[in-house]
């Protein structure tokens, strides 16, 4: 079965950067979050949109944005980057019917240097 | 969503029963339980969920008290593939109009030994 699909699996900045990570939810899924994990930390909620429009507010900063496109791929673009933002950052998706059952993807493991 | 307590740690030998419990006193009447397992740097997994009755799947069953102000979840034969933090997450149903994202507190790190 197909699984969120999240790109890149790696990714190398440096500080004040920018970074953009993208995300294929399921087919069919409406709805994707997105979830930032620090070292040693709980996953935490940044964003999540539902039928393209923005749902809900997690713990994103101001100098992060997101979106989801007509295809419901979703694009988490991150810029003047920090030391601090070095983390997992998952997106997961689901049926806005069956919300809380997600499906997370592989993670992208953005480091800042 | 209601307050959860999970054990921070537990140890289990391979081929037997891990028994994860999860206390949530402060439960209300339609909120449901949730487990979901994080296996080292990957992306949470859920497992299973139920609201009273006890449920069964692929990968575990759920033990949900008759108060429902605990609940244990069950991994009937567990290998070195089941450790993992397990999270235990107690939210409304689907069909509320409640925010969607999953709180993800301090779970259990089960490590299953050889």
């Known amino acids: 079965a197909a699984g969120v699909i999240q790109s890149p699996r790696h990714l190398i900045k440096e500080k004040r950067e920018t970074a953009t990570l993208k995300c294929y939810p399921i087919?069919?899924?409406?709805?994707v979050y997105w979830y930032q994990q620090g070292p040693g930390q709980d996953p935490q909620f940044l964003i999540s949109?539902?039928?393209?429009?923005?749902?809900d507010k997690g713990s994103i900063p101001d100098r992060f944005s997101a979106q989801q496109f007509s295809d419901y791929h979703s694009e988490l673009n991150m810029s003047s980057l920090e030391l601090g933002d070095s983390a997992l950052y998952f997106c997961?998706?689901?049926?806005?019917?069956?919300?809380?059952?997600?499906?997370f993807g592989a993670g992208t493991r953005l480091s800042v240097l | 969503d209601a307050k959860t307590t999970q054990p921070t740690s537990m140890d289990c030998a391979e081929g037997r029963a891990a028994n994860l419990p999860c206390n949530h006193s402060?439960?209300?009447?339609?909120?449901?339980v949730y487990w979901y397992r994080q296996i080292h740097s990957q992306g949470p997994q859920y497992i299973i969920h139920?609201?009273?009755n006890n449920e069964t799947n692929e990968m575990a069953s759920l033990i949900i008290t008759e108060d429902r102000k605990s609940s244990t979840l069950i991994l009937p034969h567990a290998t070195l593939r089941d450790t993992a933090v397990y999270y235990c997450?107690?939210?409304?149903?689907?069909?509320?109009?409640?925010?969607?994202?999953?709180?993800f507190g301090s779970g259990t790190q089960l490590t299953v030994l050889p």
């Open positions: 997961a998706s689901s049926l806005t019917l069956a919300k809380n059952i997600q499906y």
């Open positions: 087919p069919r899924h409406d709805t």
């Open positions: 949109f539902y039928e393209k429009m923005q749902s």
């Open positions: 402060t439960i209300s009447g339609n909120e449901y």
């Open positions: 139920g609201l009273k």
């Open positions: 997450i107690v939210r409304v149903g689907d069909s509320s109009g409640s925010a969607r994202q999953l709180t």
